[in-house]
């Protein structure tokens, strides 16, 4: 394949990789909305739809990786802006335009990334807050946790019994 059509497949390919994060930022929105609610159903559909997009945007790494193998030289890093110096006049603005947009919508997939991380620790200390207080309610204001980790009442009987 010649350069000339291997730099515009390269384009194209970007401008998949772009939707491709675009569909992932909308996916982690909607994560974090089901994280917010402790929306256990919400969270499964976005899970679920996020590693099919995490799978997809592999995918297309890959390949864009293959496609700058076949544009630069040996000794040239494999990254866009490696291609910035080779393309021509006509094809700089809109590379540096696809590297512009592609390199925003990674820095904003990882903050929503960190965000619903932070989002899914406060929803995990939320129910063990919940199920601490519980437990606790159950057991009596004397109750102690146990070396066993469960929660003991004063007479010493376990709380929570193990259902097998």
């Known amino acids: ?9 390269l384009l194209s390919h970007i401008d998949a990789e772009v939707d491709c994060l675009v569909e992932l930022e909308s996916c982690l929105l ?10 256990a159903e919400g969270l499964l559909a976005a899970a679920t739809r996020k590693a099919q997009i995490v799978d997809r945007q592999f995918g297309l790494s890959t390949r864009r990786a293959e496609l700058l193998d076949a544009l630069l030289g040996p000794d040239e890093p494999r990254c866009l802006s490696a291609m910035l110096h080779r393309a021509a006049s006509a094809d700089h603005a809109g590379l ?6 592609l390199e925003a919508l990674v820095r904003r997939v990882q903050r929503l990334q960190a965000m619903n991380q932070a989002y899914a620790e406060t929803g995990r200390q939320t129910v063990s807050g919940a199920l ?14 146990g070396a066993d980790g469960r929660v003991h009442a004063p007479d010493g009987r376990r709380v929570v019994r193990e259902q097998g």
Do not use: K
């Not at 394949?1 to 497949?9: A, D, F, H």
């Open 1 to 9: 394949m010649r350069s000339t059509e291997n730099l515009e497949e």
């Open 96 to 101: 540096v335009a696809r590297r512009t947009r």
């Open 30 to 39: 909607s994560e974090q909305v089901a994280l917010r609610r402790l929306d």
């Open 132 to 145: 601490a207080r519980l437990l606790r309610r159950r057991a009596g204001p004397e109750a102690v946790y």
